[in-house]
């Protein structure tokens, strides 16, 4: 299938999963009804539901599946495999450590939550990248540099827990990646660092291109291998930080969604970024549409949802022949 005409497809999808997740919950609300309480009916209870609750929860969710799908989408090509992911390889660990100990230690500062969690993304993709460093980064070592620098902060979190039991009460949503009690407050925190991510990566696709024919490949095609994959590895750390600012630590979105999107539209990022836009977003939309309504009146984080589709597909690629590393 030609790919415009994947990537309108998948606009479709996108815009029909945002109705759909405007429109379900403890009121579902139809099409039409969505789009007068927006902008035509301001005192009504629809108006209050879509307005307060539901459009920042679901324009939160949409950002958040472009930053981590986005991200995934680099990190798979830096690294050239398959299994790459943020969550994977420790990018979305740091940012977490360092989101979670503003939250618990230094509460007040909640507002710095994003510049934080952009911080501890970035200073972890550092020591992931200086680590794999031999005469050069290798996409094989910056993967087990990844894993190993991700058990380590994990175990950062967990001791954060266990040192201030008293606080984990309030951040468990944030462990599993929730976006329950969602507002304009989130929107306004995430928008700016999405926002310059996203468009940045959209500028960048023709040297992702070139990245994956190999060093030594790109080298002669007058490429800087080494700073140019060390500039993608911020930019997924600027994306990956920010969705891990409000959603907390969500698995399977960066690792499951670029895969499934190269299935539909191939490798080339021309067209693989801006398809992992409007998929990342439906799939996160979707998803935490069925979190709410699953268990209903009860509500279960987006993380577990994410969880029980990822984790299969994760299976599957490893059972795939090319979903085995395959870096030197």
Not at 97 to 126: D, H, K, N, R
Not at 156 to 174: E, K, Q, S, Y
Not at 211 to 220: C, K, P, R, Y
Not at 275 to 296: E, H, I, K, P, Q
Request: aromatic letters at 10%.
């Amino acid at each position: 299938m030609n790919k415009r005409v994947v990537l309108m497809l998948l606009v479709v999808l996108c815009i029909v999963s945002f109705f759909v997740s405007l429109g379900n919950g403890a009121v579902k609300i139809a099409p039409k009804e969505i789009v007068d309480a927006i902008f035509l009916e301001k005192d009504t209870v629809n108006h209050q539901v879509i307005w307060n609750v539901r459009l920042p929860r679901t324009i939160v969710a949409g950002l958040v599946g472009i930053c981590l799908s986005l991200a995934g989408a680099i990190l798979q090509g830096v690294m050239r495999n398959p299994l790459a992911g943020p969550n994977i390889i420790g990018v979305s660990s740091g940012g977490g450590l360092m989101a979670l100990v503003i939250l618990i230690v230094f509460p007040e500062l909640y507002y710095l939550v994003p510049a934080g969690a952009f911080l501890g993304s970035f200073l972890a993709t550092l020591c992931i990248y200086f680590l794999a460093w031999k005469g050069g980064v290798r996409p094989t070592r910056l993967i087990l540099a990844g894993v190993a620098v991700s058990s380590i902060l994990n175990a950062g979190i967990n001791a954060l827990m266990t040192f201030f039991p008293d606080r984990v009460a309030g951040v468990i949503g944030f462990m599993v990646g929730g976006l329950s009690a969602t507002t304009w407050d989130q929107v306004r925190m995430l928008f700016p660092y999405a926002a310059v991510g996203i468009v940045l990566v959209m500028f960048l696709p023709s040297k992702l291109n070139i990245l994956m024919l190999g060093d030594e490949v790109a080298t002669g095609l007058g490429l800087n291998v080494e700073r140019t994959r060390f500039m993608f590895i911020i930019l997924s750390s600027l994306l990956a930080g920010s969705a891990v600012s409000v959603v907390g630590l969500l698995g399977f979105v960066g690792l499951v969604v670029p895969h499934m999107t190269r299935i539909f539209i191939g490798s080339d990022y021309r067209y693989l970024f801006p398809g992992c836009v409007f998929f990342g977003s439906s799939v996160v939309m979707l998803c935490d549409t069925l979190a709410r309504v699953l268990f209903a009146p009860m509500e279960i984080p987006v993380g577990i949802i994410m969880s029980a589709l990822g984790a299969p597909f994760f299976l599957y690629l490893l059972r795939k022949k090319d979903g085995v590393c395959h870096g030197n």
